[in-house]
């Protein structure tokens, strides 16, 4: 979708004052771009989360147990890559078991299926959205989850179809999958040098 994502681009630059100073950033920015009704929908590029804390305790009270877990998990995040590609890969991961949910039919299956994923239990009170980007109304839109008696959000454009939800979804598989590549990249370079992480007693 790279002549979409360059069309896209064009269009944003001739609504900046200074587009020279644009140009770079949004190419750099910009993961990749598809089209729905005419408008884009644009998936910019992930940074990579280097930073892990983890809290122990409760209201300044903590136990030798919830300690033994932070730290446990402090060690993990430190020294697992697995954990790290994890972790980093979780927004993906969420998005498209989101979008999964909304394909499926039965209600009995869909249910299932959010247990297992452990999806916000909110979402089996929500229908799939287009709906303009609250930051570039003019020409982009996005993928949102809305209660019924929320529906009132001038932004949107129409309930979501099969076909918006599957061209999502294959855009965004291929997202995490280019996002793989950049943390296998990453982890050949530096492994987990960089990795800051730390616990703290959780007030």
Not at 4 to 16: A, G, T, W
Not at 72 to 94: I, P, R, T, V, W
Not at 99 to 115: H, P
Not at 162 to 175: N, R
Request: proline residues 1%; neutral net charge; hydrophobic residues 30%.
């Amino acid at each position: 979708m790279e002549n979409l994502k360059q069309e896209y681009i064009e269009k944003k630059l001739q609504l900046e004052k200074h587009p020279e100073r644009w140009e770079k950033y949004y190419q750099k920015e910009i993961d990749d771009v598809c089209k729905i009704d005419g408008y884009y929908y644009v998936m910019n590029k992930p940074s990579i989360k280097t930073r892990f804390c983890f809290g122990h305790g409760y209201c300044g009270i903590t136990t030798e147990e919830d300690q033994k877990r932070a730290f446990s998990m402090q060690e993990k995040a430190e020294k697992d890559q697995e954990y790290f590609k994890k972790e980093n890969l979780a927004g993906f991961d969420q998005k498209i078991n989101e979008i999964k949910y909304f394909l499926i039919d039965d209600w009995e299956t869909q249910n299932k299926f959010r247990e297992e994923h452990h999806l916000d239990y909110c979402l089996q009170f929500c229908k799939p959205y287009i709906a303009n980007s609250y930051y570039d109304e003019a020409i982009t839109v996005g993928l949102y989850f809305v209660q019924e008696d929320k529906k009132q959000y001038k932004s949107i454009v129409r309930e979501a179809t099969k076909e918006d939800l599957q061209t999502i979804l294959k855009a965004t598989e291929q997202a995490k999958e280019r996002f793989t590549k950049r943390l296998n990249s990453y982890l050949k370079r530096f492994g987990l040098s960089k990795i800051h992480s730390w616990t703290y007693l959780v007030d």
